[in-house]
């Protein structure tokens, strides 16, 4: 069964960390493109951070730069989103996604939430005091 299972979260201050996993079953991950979204409520789902397996390219939005690291662990089949200097903004539930057919990142070109075929099951990040 193919299956992203998602782990961490949770209610963190403003100014704190927080991590999140991300596991896969079913498939190998380091063989797909994965990128972390979030949505938050009343917003259309955003990329924040994505990686390509193909040619290591990246997307990282503009609001998380220098906050937020992605990083990965074939052997786990898994990647994690680790964020730190958390702020209100960045409250939303975060999932992570992957695919087998995206090559590319842009920076410059929000990845498409609908190109991403398999999903995890989103996990809620509330930053507040």
């Known amino acids: 069964q193919v299956q992203l299972v998602q782990s961490g979260g949770g209610l963190v201050q403003p100014g704190g960390s927080l991590s999140l996993s991300c596991e896969a079953s079913?498939?190998?991950?380091?063989?797909?493109?994965t990128c972390w979204f979030r949505q938050a409520p009343g917003k259309e789902r955003e990329g924040v951070f994505c990686?390509?397996?193909?040619?290591?390219?990246?997307y990282v939005a503009d609001s998380v730069k220098g906050r937020f690291t992605f990083s990965r662990d074939n052997a786990k089949n898994a990647v994690y989103l680790q964020m730190s200097s958390l702020k209100p903004e960045d409250t939303a539930v975060y999932y992570c996604?992957?695919?087998?057919?995206?090559?590319?990142?842009?920076?410059?070109?929000?990845?498409?939430?609908?190109?991403?075929?398999?999903w995890g099951q989103g996990t809620q990040v509330t930053v507040s005091s």
């Open positions: 996604a992957a695919d087998r057919f995206i090559l590319s990142y842009y920076q410059h070109i929000p990845p498409d939430p609908s190109a991403h075929d398999y």
């Open positions: 079913g498939f190998t991950l380091g063989e797909h493109t």
């Open positions: 990686f390509s397996h193909s040619d290591n390219s990246t």
